[in-house]
């Protein structure tokens, strides 16, 4: 195997483990969506397991992702990003960004009528910015409990318990920033004139 061959499939690991949290999923939710055992997708993301052909296809299908996604096919120079919605609990998330490193971009859907759902908190490495579209958003962060409506911002450490959903019957559309890694945001606005 050569080196270049080698370095693709070291990268593999990385993107998958990536790609779970930024859907906020755990190794058991990936595995009943799958087929796959929670501990070969352990050992995928750690690298400790070599990927193949009959893995990777039910994992690009689970994400929404591409194959060369996964495996970090060359750029082709095509600046555009080809969006392929990703529907769950009633959700629909749009993944804005490639790759599965750095910052990833979503806009997420909640339409009006989809299923209510009891908030159930969970936490993961990195840090997430949110911003609110339309409608209002409704979230846990620990113990508080927010409605943030359109146009404002939140962002916190997903180390923190967390959940988002509806605020009301109404739909909600809002986009968020993850860093897998722990990265901040940076907003910055002008100052005010006096």
Do not use: C
């Not at 993107?15 to 755990?26: C, I, N, W, Y």
């Not at 919605?85 to 960004?97: A, D, N, Q, V």
């Amino acid at each position: 195997m050569d080196d270049s061959t080698e370095e693709v499939l070291t990268a593999v690991g990385p993107r998958l483990k990536a790609l779970r949290l930024s859907r906020h999923e755990t190794l058991a939710d990936l595995s009943a969506s799958t087929g796959i055992s929670v501990s070969t997708l352990s050992r995928l993301e750690s690298g400790q397991r070599r990927p193949n052909l009959e893995l990777l296809l039910p994992l690009a299908r689970a994400h929404g992702v591409p194959l060369d996604e996964l495996v970090g096919a060359p750029a082709t120079g095509d600046p555009r990003i080809h969006i392929r919605p990703i529907s769950r609990y009633g959700k629909t998330i749009l993944p804005l960004s490639r790759g599965a490193g750095g910052l990833q971009a979503f806009k997420t859907v909640i339409p009006a009528g989809a299923p209510e759902t009891e908030p159930n908190p969970q936490v993961h490495e990195g840090y997430e910015w949110m911003y609110v579209l339309r409608g209002r958003l409704r979230l846990v962060l620990g113990e508080l409990d927010f409605v943030l409506p359109a146009g404002e911002a939140a962002e916190f450490d997903t180390r923190t318990p967390h959940w988002f959903g509806r605020a009301d019957a109404e739909g909600v559309e809002f986009l968020s920033l993850f860093g897998r890694q722990g990265e901040r945001m940076h907003v910055r606005a002008r100052p005010g004139t006096d």
